[in-house]
């Protein structure tokens, strides 16, 4: 059995802005520098980069970041927690440049504060996206924007309508829009964009990117089989013999052959959580429970956990999360795996104490959200808050996020008739937002569905129709 260390061939490594080398991205590559040359020049547009997990469109993202050198960049990612809060990825990417609100006309301030829940009323659509065209139009009056929006296949679906809603309109701004989502999961509001296929390594282009990572000497029946395994997918090339171990690259070993390549990857993020310590892991799934990577709001969480800030260390040590100014992690899949790997006891205490770190006034929604996630069975009292929450996110325009809301209100309901209420609620909801397969699908108070009535009773309308009216202005 021959070990051999492999090479790194000398044109492998593309020179450029990004710190870690690209392999046989040339063309995408290319793509990107074209969308950011024209939005320098005061020509906006956007590129839609689809694939599969761990295929690369994480590194495509740092590298357009890295090479907009002279922009104000903003960043906004998909998280499946917040999919049920409208507006809030676009909040998430309009933040840096909100103190512009002021230089728009009153109509415009207006529905964005409406649409960021700091006003109350019904959001036009049409106007939100005017709004925002407006808003980041005055900020690249100082500089040219890159937007980059990764994850968007957990985009809540208003943020979507008006991401979409401004990709197609920056043409005359010097602003560039780039959006990631995996190719599964088709964003219908995304399809006519522009959009570029992220597609797997050639065999020669895995073959140097594992020779460039993998230091250890490699056997080569090893290497093949790792090769074979990742189907040119960077992610699993560099994650497969990470979790294998030195032992078993050198002596050979056998990969699972079913599951698909993104459960393979995220066993692998798994086994390396599993080394570090449980205050890292802790820390880890908190920072995974809480999708915006807020600082502030993780560490008052930590805090309340009796956790400090070196807990930290090991996680940033083994490439799993940064720790800064945003709480990121190098992979969706690494969230996941350290959401995932933690107890549901363990997960409801980190939802305990987020809500405990959110401000009540500031995000209610999500205080009701974290706290009904952190309920072990019914709760009269988190049933009552999700329920203003569906209030304000009907008033927002966000019906989608309003049925999740009564959803899980109904599920934490003591009082059968509330139940009933808040499941029918729940489902007018979700004919309003046309998902009309999906309001069939809701679960009544007995456990069957609404497209099941119980014996003599026909279906009626919601017994409280102010579930799903405007709430009152909190001051």
């Known amino acids: 059995m021959s070990v051999t260390q492999l090479d790194v061939p000398e044109n492998a490594r593309r020179s450029g802005p990004s710190s870690r080398a690209l392999f046989g991205r040339q063309d995408e590559i290319r793509r ?37 050198s002279g922009f104000e960049v903003m960043l906004a990612s998909g998280a499946e927690f917040e999919m049920e809060l409208p507006f809030a990825a676009l909040h998430q990417l309009c933040a840096p440049v909100l103190s512009h609100l002021s230089a728009l006309p009153g109509p415009h301030r207006k529905v964005l504060d409406i649409a960021f829940g700091l006003d109350t009323g019904t959001p036009d659509p049409f106007l939100v996206g005017v709004a925002t065209l407006g808003l980041l139009a005055e900020a690249a009056g100082e500089s040219p924007l890159l937007c980059v929006v990764d994850d968007a296949q957990w985009l809540d679906r208003d943020s979507a309508k008006a991401l ?80 294998a171990g030195m032992a078993a690259m050198a002596g050979g070993f056998a990969l699972p052959e079913a599951s698909s390549t993104s459960d393979k990857i995220e066993r692998s ?63 969706p899949l690494a969230r996941s795996a350290a959401y995932r790997t933690a107890d549901l006891a363990v997960r409801r205490k980190i939802h305990h104490a987020l809500a405990a770190a959110t401000d009540p006034a500031a995000d209610p929604d999500r205080l009701a ?44 309901s003591l009082d059968p008739d509330r139940r009933i209420e808040r499941v029918l609620a729940a489902a007018q909801a979700k004919l309003q937002a046309g998902a009309l397969d999906v309001a069939a699908e809701t679960p009544d108070q007995r456990g069957g569905r609404l497209s099941e009535p119980a014996p003599g009773r026909t279906r009626r309308p919601p017994a409280r129709p102010d579930l799903l009216r405007p709430a009152p202005r909190r001051r």
């Open 32 to 68: 990107l520098d074209e969308l950011i040359g024209s939005a320098r020049g005061g020509r906006g547009g956007a590129l839609v980069l689809r694939g599969e997990p761990g295929i690369g469109k994480s590194a495509l993202l740092r590298y357009v970041r890295e090479a907009a």
């Open 369 to 412: 959200w974290h706290r009904a996630q952190a309920s072990a069975g019914p709760d009269e009292d988190v049933a009552a808050e999700l329920e203003q929450s569906a209030t304000r996110a009907q008033a927002r325009g966000g019906v989608a996020a309003a049925a999740a809301f009564l959803e899980r209100a109904a599920a934490l």
């Open 269 to 331: 993020f798994q086994a390396r959580l599993a080394s570090l310590p449980a205050e890292t892991r802790l820390l880890l799934t908190i920072a995974a429970a809480e999708p915006i990577g807020d600082p502030r709001l993780v560490w008052r969480a930590a805090e309340l956990l009796d956790l400090d800030v070196t807990a930290a260390g090991p996680a940033e040590a083994a490439a799993l999360a940064e720790f800064g100014t945003r709480i990121r992690f190098c992979h």
């Open 164 to 243: 979409a809603f401004l990709a197609r309109r920056v043409a005359a701004e010097p602003v560039a829009v780039v959006f990631a989502l995996r190719r599964s999961s088709p964003l219908p509001e995304l399809e006519e964009l522009p959009s570029l296929a992220i597609d797997g390594l050639t065999e020669a282009d895995a073959r140097a990117l594992l020779a460039a990572e993998i230091r250890a000497p490699l056997d080569e029946r090893v290497r093949d089989r790792i090769l074979a395994e990742a189907r040119g997918n960077p992610l699993a090339l560099l994650e497969l013999p990470r979790s």
